[in-house]
Nanobody, 120 residues
Framework: QVQLVESGGDLVQPGGSLRLSCAAS????????MGWYRQTPGKQRELVASITSVGSTNYVDSVKGRFTISRDNAKNTVYLQMNSLKPEDTAVYYC??????????????WGQGTQVTVSE
């Protein structure tokens, strides 16, 4: 059983910073791409940033230059460093990972979501 557990969401002022973390656990053979999505009520979930197993990254235009995604393969963990936060960054952020399990089954997994609120 594979599980993603994320943390780090909080209430911050505009211009502030947060660091989100997401750790995968369970029967894991290989973790391929990992990423972060966000969702606001009334909107579709959108990709914020992704990173491949070899470190290639991709970002939505609105966060380029402000957010940085990284991963620690030894810890099965992905991070999202968020700087210069804006009110429009407010959303529930979801961790994502495509994982090949110990049984050689590949599937997509999601974290429970963590709330990021940028206000004041």
């Amino acid at each position: 059983q594979v599980q993603l557990v994320e943390s780090g969401g909080d209430l911050v002022q505009p211009g502030g910073s947060l660091r989100l973390s997401c750790a995968a656990s369970g029967s894991i053979f290989t973790i391929y791409t990992m990423g972060w999505y966000r969702q606001t009520p009334g909107k579709q979930r959108e990709l914020v940033a992704s990173i491949t197993s070899v470190g290639s990254t991709n970002y939505v235009d609105s966060v380029k230059g402000r957010f940085t995604i990284s991963r620690d393969n030894a810890k099965n963990t992905v991070y999202l460093q968020m700087n210069s936060l804006k009110p429009e960054d407010t959303a529930v952020y979801y961790c994502y990972a495509r994982i090949r399990s110990g049984r050689r089954l590949t599937d997509d997994y999601w974290g429970q979501g963590t709330q990021v609120t940028v206000s004041e």
